[in-house]
């Protein structure tokens, strides 16, 4: 089975240019989720939608980064303008239905991630 | 906030050797997760174990939820354990540490 597919695999832009990460998740699950790592602040969640509707995005930074899942098999992070404390690596993750009273968040299966660089 | 805090920052093994690495949080949380993020960046889930021990062929963890605390077990460790372990905590969001970078040399 195809795991989590994200494009693209690196994006190297000039500051106040649209960027868009694109994230393709397994096949049958309800949950999708989207992180960044940077040295600084590690791994951090930003955004997490059930059923394609997004549920909690207090981790998304500001005004500048939006999430959209249209269906259930893509969904896009933009940023609009980009900036260079945006660099960092993001990844998507998906996870299937939770069990009743069970978590969102396993068994998580990660992208590669994309690995943005904002000059 | 709660702070997760993971021990060591660093450590170097020889292969073979067992290892023990530590998570702890600093408030209830409602699950626990162990995290391998290997030398490519790529991550893959562990362990989801809100409480009691798992196993997984040399890889255990424990949780000690009413002390605050996880614990994940190497062991006979192997130059392909390489690379940064993570621990987070689901509060509603999930919450990582900084890590365990973990080197195991051949």
């Known amino acids: ?119 | 906030g709660i702070q997760v805090e993971q021990s060591p920052p660093d450590l170097i093994l020889q292969e073979g050797a067992n290892s023990t690495l530590r998570c702890n949080f600093s408030d209830s949380v409602n699950n626990l997760q162990w995290f391998h993020q290997n030398p490519w960046g790529q991550l893959i889930n562990l362990f989801y174990i809100p409480s009691g021990t798992k196993q997984n062929g040399r890889l255990s963890a424990t949780t000690v939820a009413t002390e605050r605390y996880s614990l994940l077990y190497i062991s006979s460790s192997q130059t392909t354990d390489s690379g940064v372990y993570f621990c987070a905590v689901e509060i509603g969001d999930m919450r990582f540490g900084a890590g365990t970078r973990l080197t195991v040399k051949p």
């Open chain 1, 1 to 119: 089975d195809a795991g989590v597919i994200q494009s693209p695999r690196h994006e190297v832009t000039e500051m106040g240019q649209e960027v868009t990460l694109r994230c393709k998740p397994i096949s049958g699950h309800d949950y999708l989720f989207w992180y960044r790592q940077t040295m600084m602040r590690g791994l951090e969640l930003l955004i997490y939608f059930n059923n394609n509707v997004p549920i909690d995005d207090s981790g998304m930074p500001e005004d500048r980064f939006s999430a959209k899942m249209p269906n259930a098999s893509f969904s896009t992070l933009k940023i609009q303008p980009s900036e260079p404390r945006d660099s960092a690596v993001y990844f998507c993750a998906s996870s299937p239905k939770a069990l009743r009273g069970g978590s969102p968040y396993q068994p998580q299966h990660f992208g590669d991630g994309t690995r943005l660089s904002i000059l």
